[in-house]
């Protein structure tokens, strides 16, 4: 394992611990390809890695072993004038992970062109080889198509100017961060 320990001083502004994580998001919004069907999560932006590597295939690659925290988020959405379900869970070596599935509800539709939105947030703590694969899954009951079907969907969302300034809203963001050795 790759800790490393530097003195903390005024002339070193980057001290500290070196610890192995992953940090990444997505500015893409995501759609299934139907309903009740698992889809992977897809990451287009690597925002920090040390220890772990982004495969294109969008898993997570652990080079260490160790008990890792995994924290996620996907802005999702609901544009149909029904609740709808949203289910998400992780799989290590392409095996579901035991009690990592989240339900989340989402509401109707507010209006036509407002889709009901909230950000479906979870996290756990388990352990991972070295060489463990992670990827984060979702599915519902109905989804919704890029200019189709009306469901629920990851939606990405652009940065604005007015009525006031406000960055980009990515469609999913994740995290996975060391805890502790085995």
């Not at 490393?4 to 995501?30: C, D, K, M, R, W």
């Not at 982004?54 to 080079?63: H, K």
């Amino acid at each position: 394992m790759s800790i490393v320990y530097y003195p903390t001083t005024p002339a070193a502004a980057n001290a500290g611990l070196e610890f192995p994580h992953i940090a990444a998001s997505s500015s893409v919004s995501q759609y299934a390809a139907a309903a009740n069907t698992p889809t992977r999560v897809t990451w287009n932006t690597l925002e920090s890695a040390k220890g772990f590597t982004l495969d294109p295939g969008n898993y997570a690659i652990a080079a260490y072993t160790g008990i890792y925290k995994i924290s996620y988020g996907l802005q999702a959405s609901n544009n149909s004038n029904a609740i709808h379900f949203l289910n998400v869970w992780l799989k290590v070596n392409n095996v579901d992970v035991d009690y990592s599935g989240v339900e989340f509800t989402l509401s109707a539709r507010k209006s036509a062109g407002e889709p009901y939105s909230l950000l479906a947030y979870s996290s756990i703590v388990f352990p991972m080889n070295a060489g463990d694969y992670v990827d984060l899954w979702w599915a519902s009951d109905q989804t919704a198509t890029s200019g189709g079907a009306l469901g629920v969907y990851l939606e990405a969302q652009p940065a604005i100017t007015t009525p006031y300034i406000r960055p980009s809203t990515p469609s999913v963001i994740g995290d996975i961060a060391f805890v502790s050795a085995v």
